[in-house]
Nanobody
Framework: QVQLVESGGGLVQPGGSLRLSCAVS????????MGWYRQAPGKQRQLVAK???????LYADSVKGRFTISRDNAKNTMYLQMNTLKPEDTAVYYC?????????WGQGTQVTVSS
């Protein structure tokens, strides 16, 4: 069983920054596919950014140039650095990992961008 725990969400003003963390219960080196998704009220969960294989990343068009996904295999942690935040980035952010075609999700962390 794999557990993922997000942290780092909160309330931030437009133009501000946050860094989300996802602590994983086993070595992140095990996972070729890991990423971040988000779900706004009344909307479907959507991809924000992910590793599609080791060293290769994919970003949603809406966050390109503002968000950066990274991972520290020594700390078993994945990050999402979010800069120049906009009100439309408000959502619950979930980390995701896939191991042997089994998906794992964290419980989510709320990000609210508002003045």
């Amino acid at each position: 069983q794999v557990q993922l725990v997000e942290s780092g969400g909160g309330l931030v003003q437009p133009g501000g920054s946050l860094r989300l963390s996802c602590a994983v219960s086993r070595s992140t080196f095990s996972f070729a596919v890991m990423g971040w998704y988000r779900q706004a009220p009344g909307k479907q969960r959507q991809l924000v950014a992910k590793f599609v294989s080791r060293g290769v990343t994919l970003y949603a068009d809406s966050v390109k140039g503002r968000f950066t996904i990274s991972r520290d295999n020594a700390k078993n942690t994945m990050y999402l650095q979010m800069n120049t935040l906009k009100p439309e980035d408000t959502a619950v952010y979930y980390c995701y990992a896939n191991l042997d075609d089994v998906p794992y999700w964290g419980q989510g962390t709320q990000v609210t961008v508002s003045s």
